[in-house]
C-alpha cells in the first residue's frame, strides 16, 4: 500500500518532504559550515536529547555559529514532528548551518542559520545486528581535525563505511597513532 509521505521541519514549516528544499547557496551545500545532532527515538520519546543540545550548542559555539532556535524551541518542534509522523522507534535528524549567502570563504554577516530536521524509522531495540556483532576492519584516520565539532562534513566517514561494505564488513573504525578514535558512523567501544 502507499505509504504516508514524512513530514520535514524546515526553516519554521512543516512541509511534506517533497516540497522540503533548501537554497544552493545554503553555506551547508557549500561549504558543511554546519553541524547537526541524532536523537534516538524509542516508544515515541527522545533519548538523551539533553546531552545532544549540550553537544550540539557546544558545536555551534565552536563555529561561532549562532543558534536558530532555543533548546526549548528545538525539543518543541522534535516532538511535533515524532507526532506528525507518527514514529515509534528511530530517529530526529537535526542541522543548523550558516545559511545563505553569496559563496565566499569569509563568514557572512547578518545571515540567517538554517534549521533543518526530520524522523527516521530505525530498529534501534530488535536489531540482529546487536546479538550477532558487526564485522568491523580498520582504516586510517582521514577526518579532519576537529571532528570534536559534529559537522557535516562527513566525507571521509562515507568513504570509511563504503570500504567496510566492500570488503564484506559492517562497518570501520579509525585508527590514529596506533588508537582507535570512532567508528564510520558509530561509537567503538570494546
Given at each position: 500500500?502507499?505509504?504516508?509521505?514524512?513530514?520535514?521541519y524546515?526553516?519554521?514549516?512543516?512541509?511534506?518532504?517533497?516540497?522540503?528544499s533548501?537554497?544552493?547557496?545554503?553555506?551547508?551545500?557549500?561549504?558543511?559550515?554546519?553541524?547537526?545532532?541524532?536523537?534516538?527515538?524509542?516508544?515515541?520519546?527522545?533519548?538523551?536529547?539533553?546531552?545532544?543540545?549540550?553537544?550540539?550548542?557546544?558545536s555551534?559555539?565552536?563555529?561561532?555559529?549562532?543558534?536558530?532556535?532555543?533548546?526549548?524551541?528545538?525539543?518543541?518542534?522534535?516532538?511535533?514532528?515524532?507526532?506528525?509522523?507518527?514514529?515509534?522507534?528511530?530517529?530526529?535528524?537535526?542541522?543548523?548551518?550558516?545559511?545563505?549567502?553569496?559563496?565566499?570563504?569569509?563568514?557572512?554577516?547578518?545571515?540567517?542559520?538554517?534549521?533543518?530536521?526530520?524522523?527516521?524509522?530505525?530498529?534501534?531495540?530488535?536489531?540482529?545486528?546487536?546479538?550477532?556483532?558487526?564485522?568491523?576492519?580498520?582504516?586510517?584516520?582521514?577526518?579532519w581535525?576537529?571532528?570534536?565539532?559534529?559537522?557535516?562534513g562527513l566525507?571521509?566517514?562515507?568513504?570509511?563505511k563504503?570500504?567496510?561494505?566492500?570488503?564484506?564488513?559492517?562497518?570501520a573504525w579509525?585508527v590514529?597513532q596506533?588508537?582507535?578514535?570512532e567508528?564510520?558512523?558509530?561509537?567503538?567501544?570494546?
Amino acid at each position: 500500500g502507499k505509504t504516508m509521505a514524512r513530514t520535514v521541519y524546515v526553516n519554521g514549516e512543516f512541509v511534506a518532504e517533497e516540497a522540503a528544499s533548501i537554497s544552493i547557496f545554503d553555506r551547508g551545500f557549500l561549504f558543511a559550515d554546519g553541524v547537526y545532532e541524532v536523537t534516538s527515538v524509542v516508544a515515541g520519546r527522545l533519548i538523551d536529547n539533553p546531552a545532544h543540545m549540550l553537544r550540539l550548542k557546544r558545536s555551534l559555539s565552536e563555529l561561532s555559529l549562532a543558534s536558530p532556535a532555543t533548546n526549548d524551541e528545538i525539543e518543541a518542534i522534535q516532538r511535533h514532528l515524532i507526532e506528525l509522523n507518527q514514529l515509534e522507534e528511530g530517529l530526529v535528524y537535526l542541522q543548523v548551518t550558516r545559511g545563505v549567502a553569496d559563496r565566499d570563504f569569509n563568514y557572512p554577516e547578518n545571515t540567517a542559520p538554517s534549521l533543518v530536521m526530520f524522523t527516521q524509522v530505525k530498529a534501534l531495540l530488535d536489531n540482529p545486528k546487536a546479538v550477532q556483532g558487526l564485522k568491523i576492519i580498520t582504516t586510517p584516520e582521514l577526518r579532519w581535525g576537529r571532528r570534536d565539532i559534529k559537522t557535516v562534513g562527513l566525507l571521509a566517514s562515507c568513504m570509511a563505511k563504503n570500504l567496510a561494505v566492500q570488503s564484506g564488513a559492517d562497518d570501520a573504525w579509525f585508527v590514529e597513532q596506533g588508537l582507535i578514535t570512532e567508528g564510520s558512523s558509530n561509537n567503538a567501544y570494546i
